[in-house]
């Protein structure tokens, strides 16, 4: 009986052995097919793939801009004034500025608007206001220089143009008058350049007024002044690019308070045109 039982017991373990090995040999059949086919799967390599970062919007710092208007006439005065009152820089600080780098804004700001941004460091501010000049500059190099004269002395004689003709029509006019007196080493005796001397309008100098001892008092200086005296407008400008070719050396005005001149060859004949104006006087 007992040698039954064993032989059961060893056959049982036999084909339970046997149903294993079977489960077995499935499960790594499986696997090799599942791991062939990972294998031969058509999967693009992670480093083929491309990626686009999108960056998380940055805030903008908010700048105001203010617009400051320039006007024919205008010195650097009355510049400095208008940017004080606008808020784009104090007078000290841009006077500051101008005498630290050694510039001037005298006559080299063109009429306009000049859109200005707040805040702003005062080599960005000089930069804004003289871009039209450096752009002038560029346009009008064959100009100036068949004239025989720098940018700044161009804009110099337009500035005092500017400042002695109210007439469009007599600013080239004036332009040779001022051109005949220097290319025959005349003193210039403009009104305008004592008037800025002086540093405040006078509607009539006086014979103390035209003594001032400054650079730019062309009744004493040979020459042109050291700078412009003001901002030329465009007229101005043009004419001191093209002025009338004529042989006139004098000019006064024909009436107290009018905006004509009387103009002269000789110094006889304006001697007549002065007795003319200072009837008109009251």
Known sequence: M???????VINYYLWLMLGCSILAIGFAGVSIYQAYQLLTLDVPAISQKSFRIIPKPQEQAIVDTITVNVSPGDTVEMISQKLEQCGVIS????????????????GVVFEGEYSIPV????????????????????NEANRFISLGRTPIEIITIASMIEKEAAEDSERPIIAGVIYNRLKKNMKLQIDAT?????????????????????????????????????TPRKASI?????????????????????????????????????????????
């Open 2 to 8: 007992m040698d039954i039982i064993k032989k059961w």
């Open 91 to 106: 007078r000290e600080d841009l006077f500051a500025y101008l005498k630290q780098s050694q510039v001037n804004l005298e």
């Open 119 to 138: 805040p702003a460091a005062p080599e960005e501010i000089y930069a804004i206001l003289t871009k039209p000049y450096e752009a002038w500059i560029q």
């Open 194 to 230: 004592v008037i800025y001397a002086l540093g405040e309008h006078k509607s009539r100098l006086t014979y103390e007024d035209l003594k001032i001892n400054s650079p730019y008092n062309t009744y004493i200086i040979e020459g042109l002044p050291p700078s412009p005296i003001c």
């Open 238 to 282: 043009e004419a001191a690019l093209n002025p009338d070719m004529h042989s006139y050396f004098y000019y006064v005005l024909s009436a107290y308070g009018s905006t004509k001149h009387l103009f002269a060859e000789t110094y006889d004949e304006h001697l007549n045109n002065v007795a003319k104006y200072k009837t008109t006087l009251n």
